[in-house]
């Protein structure tokens, strides 16, 4: 991917830069150049000189029709400065080839000194289209200036929440290794999404397994996936799987709980009965749910 290797480029001074325009952009989408001076605290001298540095790389927008030149980062500068933490805290050392592109989403393997593979799933919410943002109203709240970069770092921080709640199930659920603004460090599986799979070995278990895990999720972690389907298991051939894609869990307790966890378990049980012909029923699996 072309930001490994823009971090190989880039000095401490140029990330201290970007550092800077990303405090700001706490506060307004561009930041200008007196305040960029001022949250690196380098003189003005240095201040412009790494900032033509990073334009030049492609890594900030600049907004020249104030009476203030003023710049914001893009996606790329916001993925190096995850990264490179990331590779700083010794969590991974390298990003591998893209493995998935998902709805709001790019994930990659990446793989640690020590030679394990993990994904690295980054968050691409808002940039391009606005929609998706609406739905994550309630994960923002009512703030004025809705930054995407906040909003991917909220959406991060919320799966990774989830992950990590989960993961003391010890369940199929991915194992959270870290996370870093936008982008999630977890346990990989090296397969595709069952809804790629045209047979597979023994539907019936992988069935009844999913079915049971998402009752010890619901009774124990009173969690619900929320987004659940064959777009969101993925699977390899041996029969291990990984049920993915926490961002819109929801809690048991939510208004629209009830219709949610009757959606997921509904695309699971229709899934296998259209595509393996393994015959269920949706009310019993759902009473079995809410029975103490
Ligand atoms: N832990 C993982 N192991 C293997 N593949 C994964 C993992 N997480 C995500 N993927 C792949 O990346 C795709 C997108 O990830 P997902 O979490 O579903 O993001 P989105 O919210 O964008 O749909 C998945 O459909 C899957 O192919
Ligand atoms: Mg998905």
Redesign the pocket.
């Not at 493995?99 to 989403?105: A, F, R, T």
């Not at 977890?186 to 599986?189: E, F, G, P």
């Given at each position: 991917m072309e930001v490994a290797n823009l971090l190989t480029k880039l000095e401490k001074e140029d990330l201290r830069i970007l550092m800077a325009i990303e405090i700001g952009m706490k506060r307004s989408e561009y930041v200008t150049v007196s305040n960029i001076k001022f949250y690196s605290r380098y003189k003005m001298e240095e201040t412009l000189f790494r900032l033509k540095k990073v334009h030049k790389l492609d890594l900030i927008f600049r907004d020249a029709s104030k009476h203030e030149i003023a710049y914001t980062l893009n996606s790329k500068a916001y993925d190096l400065l995850a990264l490179h933490t990331l590779v700083e805290q010794n969590i991974i050392s390298q990003l591998g080839p893209l493995?998935?592109?998902?709805?709001?989403?790019d994930?990659y393997s990446c793989m640690n000194d020590d030679g394990d593979i993990y994904?690295a799933?980054i968050y691409r919410i808002g940039r391009t289209s606005f929609k998706n943002v609406k739905k994550l109203r309630d994960l923002i709240g009512n703030r004025g200036h809705l930054s995407w970069l906040y909003i991917n770092r909220l959406a991060a921080k919320k799966e990774y929440e989830a992950l990590e709640k989960i993961y003391k199930f010890k369940l199929n659920t991915?194992k959270p290794i870290s996370y870093n603004r936008h982008i999630i460090i977890?346990?990989?599986?090296r397969?595709?999404?069952l809804v790629y799979f045209k047979t597979i070995k023994s539907p019936m278990k992988i069935f009844n397994k999913i079915i049971k895990q998402l009752r010890i999720i619901y009774k124990k972690g009173k969690m619900i996936h929320g987004d659940l389907g064959e777009?969101?298991i993925?699977l390899d051939n041996k029969g291990n799987f990984?049920i993915?894609?926490w961002?819109q869990w929801v809690p048991i307790d939510h208004p629209n709980a009830n219709s949610l966890l009757e959606r997921d378990i509904g695309n699971i049980c229709n899934y296998f009965t259209k595509k393996f012909k393994i015959e269920s029923n949706v009310d019993e699996i759902l009473n079995s749910f809410y029975k103490k």
């Open positions: 493995i998935g592109k998902g709805k709001e989403s994930v994904a799933k991915p977890m346990s990989y599986l397969g595709k999404e777009f969101n993925v990984l993915i894609d961002l």
